[in-house]
């Protein structure tokens, strides 16, 4: 990397970069620290103004239009590609080749969603035709198609600096859509933030799009989040991010006068479930791979698969002895803050202290790492302690340890919500397979077999998301075309001469 970039700590709204009095400092793993701009009321209200009034020459852009632009976005940034890795690296930690890919798929999706508008399906555009003759009554030409709902307010997430913040998949479904956009930036990442929220104001200038269309206001308190969600002109709501975060935020959207969906996305606990076949054949090698899983990334991924669920036995003994080791020469990792590390270790010390739970492998983080931890207990405990069925953010494994298949099928009957399940299973389980995938097709948005969920495509038929609590909306993605839908509505056009309907439906 070369290109070195400096942040001037500024706001993004309706085109202009506006500072305010107050600043914060921004919190790198490593590298300089910068002065930010914080949020106010007041600049949400005028970003949120400006997109108002965007959306009534955005909303009825061509499709044509918006996929070059969302093109063009995935150009600013690429174009600033060495800026951006050496930014984010600094700030969050993360390694540049985890930030490439990151960057790769951020602007991917914004190509993706360009060919997807351009195809038109995603309008799911249906048409009766007029039976003036039908009795007892005629029946009148209606058509439908889907229609943007207006500005969206998404929020940035820390532990995806690129691909679930500013220029990320709620900001892309929106723009794809045709919603202006208000994005809350992360203080965990700001000045990548920043740098990308440039590319998005280039792409505007190229495509001379309304200044309004986007808007990035940084930092701020909790009354900047909640003075966005609560503004009248904000039409829905995209989140990644913990689940306190993003229930005050889903009950504030819901207790306004004129209630609108919030889509959190909030994590999950990942539940892998090992059949007696596929655990006697392969234990050993799932064991290894689970180990790389469960701390890819030092374990802060949404689909960090944090619990394993084995039937007792010598399979699941040799299960354990190899986890244990793939996992104990995983050194430290730097994780995204200081928050999210303290909060790692609280979680630890939450399963820790539960009832019934052995300590399979311990050690000592402090500060901003992270290093890997495993417990174990049985099935009962499970079912009897709610609290080891609670996320903990970051590299940790617990082992629930099953009398047979019929307490394994309680244990998947518990679950809350989940963004994905897995089955590790050989052609021997597929009897003991299909009653157990009719479970947990109600419990989580994806399932999987013999394999691992850190990595989410993004394609047409990918789901992220599920059944509360692992998010807010089980009938959302906030991954993959189908995300485009959240921010769309449909409307029936009865009578409408073809002169004046949407170029979209004549």
């Given at each position: 990397m070369t290109t070195t970039f400096t942040?001037?700590?500024?706001?993004?709204?309706?085109?202009?970069?506006?500072?305010?009095?107050?600043?914060?400092?921004?919190?790198?793993?490593?590298?300089?620290?910068?002065?930010?701009?914080?949020?106010?009321?007041?600049?949400?209200?005028?970003?949120?103004?400006?997109?108002?009034?965007a959306f009534w020459s955005y909303g009825y852009t061509t499709r044509e239009e918006r996929a070059v632009f969302l093109e063009t976005i995935a150009e600013e940034i690429d174009a600033r590609g060495d800026a951006v890795t050496?930014?984010?690296?600094?700030?969050?930690?993360?390694?540049?080749?985890?930030?490439?890919?990151?960057?790769?798929?951020?602007?991917?999706?914004?190509?993706?969603?360009?060919?997807?508008?351009?195809?038109?399906?995603?309008?799911d555009r249906r048409h009766d035709k007029a039976l003036p003759d039908r009795a007892p009554l005629p029946r009148p030409d209606i058509r439908l198609m889907q229609r943007p709902i207006g500005?969206?307010?998404?929020?940035?997430?820390?532990?995806?600096?690129?691909?679930?913040?500013?220029?990320g998949g709620d900001t892309a479904a929106a723009?794809?859509?045709?919603?202006?956009?208000?994005?809350?930036?992360?203080?965990?990442?700001?000045?990548?933030?920043?740098?990308?929220?440039?590319?998005?104001?280039?792409?505007?200038?190229?495509?001379?799009?309304?200044?309004?269309?986007?808007?990035?206001?940084?930092?701020g308190t909790r009354e900047v989040g909640q003075s966005l969600v609560q503004h009248p002109l904000i039409k829905a709501v995209g989140f990644t991010g913990s689940l306190g975060g993003g229930r005050a935020l889903f009950d504030l959207c819901a207790a306004r006068p004129e209630p609108i969906p919030f889509f959190g996305e909030l994590g999950s606990v990942n539940p892998m479930f090992f059949l007696p076949d596929?655990?006697?054949?392969?234990?050993?090698?799932?064991?290894?791979?689970?180990?790389?899983?469960?701390?890819?990334?030092?374990?802060?991924?949404?689909?960090?698969?944090?619990?394993?669920?084995?039937?007792?036995?010598?399979?699941?003994?040799?299960?354990?002895?190899?986890?244990?080791?793939?996992?104990?020469?995983?050194?430290?990792?730097?994780?995204?803050?200081?928050?999210?590390?303290?909060?790692?270790?609280?979680?630890?010390?939450?399963?820790?202290?539960?009832?019934?739970?052995?300590?399979?492998?311990?050690?000592?983080?402090d500060l901003r790492n992270a290093t890997p931890y495993l417990f174990a207990t049985t099935g009962k405990e499970w079912l009897d302690n709610e609290v080891l069925g609670e996320e903990v953010f970051g590299?940790?494994?617990?082992?629930?340890?099953?009398?047979?298949?019929?307490?394994?099928?309680?244990?998947a009957r518990s679950l809350q919500g989940q963004l994905t399940c897995t089955i590790h299973m050989d052609d021997g389980d597929a009897d003991a397979a299909k009653p157990l995938l009719n479970v947990l097709e109600r419990k989580a948005g994806r399932i999987l077999a013999?394999?691992?969920?850190?990595?989410?495509?993004?394609?047409?038929?990918?789901?992220?998301?599920?059944?509360?609590?692992?998010?807010?909306?089980?009938?959302?993605t906030s991954v993959g075309t189908m995300s485009i839908r959240r921010f769309l509505r449909p409307v029936s056009y009865q009578n409408i001469p073809e002169s004046v309907l949407p170029d979209d439906l004549v």
């Open positions: 942040p001037h700590g500024k706001h993004l709204v309706a085109g202009e970069w506006i500072g305010t009095d107050t600043t914060f400092t921004s919190e790198p793993a490593h590298g300089p620290a910068f002065d930010f701009s914080v949020g106010t009321p007041a600049l949400v209200d005028q970003a949120v103004q400006a997109a108002e009034e050496e930014i984010g690296c600094s700030e969050t930690g993360l390694p540049e080749a985890r930030l490439v890919g990151e960057r790769g798929r951020t602007t991917g999706q914004l190509r993706l969603f360009a060919s997807h508008i351009r195809d038109g399906d995603y309008l500005p969206v307010a998404v929020f940035g997430a820390s532990n995806f600096p690129l691909a679930f913040s500013t220029a723009l794809a859509a045709g919603c202006p956009v208000v994005v809350k930036g992360h203080d965990a990442h700001p000045g990548t933030g920043e740098i990308v929220a440039e590319a998005i104001h280039a792409a505007i200038e190229k495509c001379g799009m309304p200044k309004g269309v986007f808007s990035l206001v940084q930092g596929a655990l006697s054949a392969r234990g050993t090698e799932i064991a290894e791979g689970w180990a790389g899983s469960l701390t890819m990334g030092a374990g802060q991924f949404c689909t960090n698969p944090g619990i394993s669920v084995v039937i007792d036995g010598p399979d699941a003994d040799a299960f354990i002895e190899a986890a244990t080791k793939a996992l104990e020469p995983m050194g430290a990792q730097t994780m995204l803050t200081d928050g999210i590390a303290a909060a790692y270790r609280a979680g630890r010390d939450r399963v820790a202290g539960a009832s019934g739970v052995q300590e399979l492998l311990t050690s000592t983080c590299p940790l494994g617990l082992i629930v340890r099953v009398a047979d298949m019929d307490e394994m099928m309680r244990v013999n394999g691992f969920p850190t990595g989410v495509e993004v394609c047409e038929a990918m789901v992220h998301g599920g059944p509360y609590p692992a998010s807010t909306n089980f009938g959302a």
